[in-house]
């Protein structure tokens, strides 16, 4: 079965940047699936069933908390991962989103290192670390 991740958010370069952080992960055969509301969002996690889901909090049609609420409570899809990535970072929202079931909580602006890092270990992939992979990039043979 093809691993998936759904990357939510309402602002285009959001989405593209959390793509891009984890596009090394098309590589080992995951498909990265993208949603620009929580209405699309809570679509797709029903019909696409995502392993993990990138969730933004302020979104319009429906927060992140309740596409979280929905996903975890309603349907009961406790095997779906979700990372509420925003840049609300208060208490307040934290305790919510443990609330509702977020799996875990992370603050804009991210580490791309840690998203794509979370992201192998959810889904149990193994990847070369970046720094593996640029040093074999610039490796340059004058044979």
Known sequence: ????????????????????????????????LTA????????????EQPNLVFLDLMMPKMS?????NQ???????????????TAKGQEFDKQKGKEVGTDMYLTKPFDPDQVLEKSQEILGIAL????????????????
């Open 1 to 32: 079965m093809t691993k998936k991740i759904l990357i939510v958010d309402d602002e285009p370069y959001m989405r593209l940047l959390i793509e891009q952080t984890l596009e090394d992960l098309e590589d080992e055969g995951v498909e990265l």
């Open 36 to 47: 620009e509301d929580g209405e699309d969002a809570l679509e797709q996690v029903k019909s």
């Open 64 to 68: 992140g908390f309740d596409v979280c």
């Open 71 to 85: 996903i975890k409570n309603v349907l009961c899809m406790n095997d779906v991962y979700v990372i509420m990535l």
């Open 128 to 143: 070369r670390l970046a720094s593996e992979v640029r040093s074999q990039k610039s490796e340059v043979s004058y044979d």
